[in-house]
């Protein structure tokens, strides 16, 4: 399930499930997103981008969905790995800015 | 992708002591690169911006006299951290801009502990 720690917010699955993590973006010029993917100690690493004039894009086990009506971002991965493990944080460009802003970050530990 | 890379990726200093951090783009060239500061279990906020032969760009709330930056050519940006503290101690993360608008690559990241 979700939880939300003192700072990071934690999602736990069983290996073989498929993952959800969602992201809530401040700016509504933001025209596009990225998610990044983070292991410890290392820098962020991209995973899939969309921009503001898609709803939906698809990568190999990963989904971004944006919804722009409510300013909502989601990475979905399908059949979770144990190295799925990470942080993943969703980023945004805003308006004119290739300047990716990011946001809180979300915990996933894939447990086998 | 294209690489950057980061030198050193952990450095512990005393405080009081300068720290300086170096990041490459072992490819391509990038007349911008940006530092991030990542402290445990929080997302990368920006510090500053890096122009290769001019003045950083820094973030508001970001000391440029604590945090000196340079970019002397197009392939190294350097961040020294002067009288660092302990609470400097942080995760730093550089990154630069690709070719294509919207791309960036990050580096490894470079632990500072200050004791």
């Known amino acids: 399930g979700e939880s939300v720690g003192l700072h990071l917010p934690t999602l736990s699955v069983q290996e073989g499930d498929n993952s959800i993590i969602n992201c809530a973006y401040s700016?509504?010029?933001?025209?596009?997103f990225i998610w990044y993917k983070q292991e410890s100690g290392k820098g962020p690493q991209f995973i899939i981008d969309?921009?503001?004039?898609?709803d939906k894009r698809q990568g190999q086990r990963v989904t971004v969905l944006l919804n722009k009506t409510v300013k909502h971002l989601s990475l979905q991965i399908a059949a979770t790995q144990p190295g799925d493990s990470a942080v993943y944080f969703c980023?945004?460009?805003?308006?004119?800015?290739?300047?990716?802003?990011f946001g809180r970050g979300t915990s996933l530990i894939v447990h086998p | 992708g294209a690489v950057v890379s980061q030198h050193p990726s952990w450095v512990i200093c005393k405080s009081g002591t300068s720290v300086k951090i170096e990041c490459r783009s072992l490819?391509?060239?990038?007349?911008?690169m940006f530092w991030y500061r990542q402290f445990p279990k929080q997302s990368l906020m920006l510090m500053a911006t890096?122009?290769?032969?001019?003045?950083?760009?820094?973030e508001q709330g970001v000391e440029k006299d604590k945090f000196l930056i340079n970019h002397a050519s197009l392939t190294l940006s350097t961040l020294t951290v002067t009288s660092a503290h302990p609470e400097d101690s942080s995760f730093y993360i550089c990154?630069?801009?690709?070719?294509?608008?919207?791309?960036?690559?990050f580096g490894p990241g470079t632990r500072l502990t200050v004791l």
């Open positions: 700016n509504s010029a933001s025209d596009y």
């Open positions: 969309i921009r503001s004039n898609m």
């Open positions: 980023a945004e460009n805003r308006g004119g800015s290739y300047i990716p802003t």
């Open positions: 990154s630069a801009p690709g070719q294509v608008y919207n791309e960036q690559f």
């Open positions: 490819d391509f060239q990038a007349t911008t």
């Open positions: 890096s122009n290769e032969g001019s003045k950083a760009t820094y």
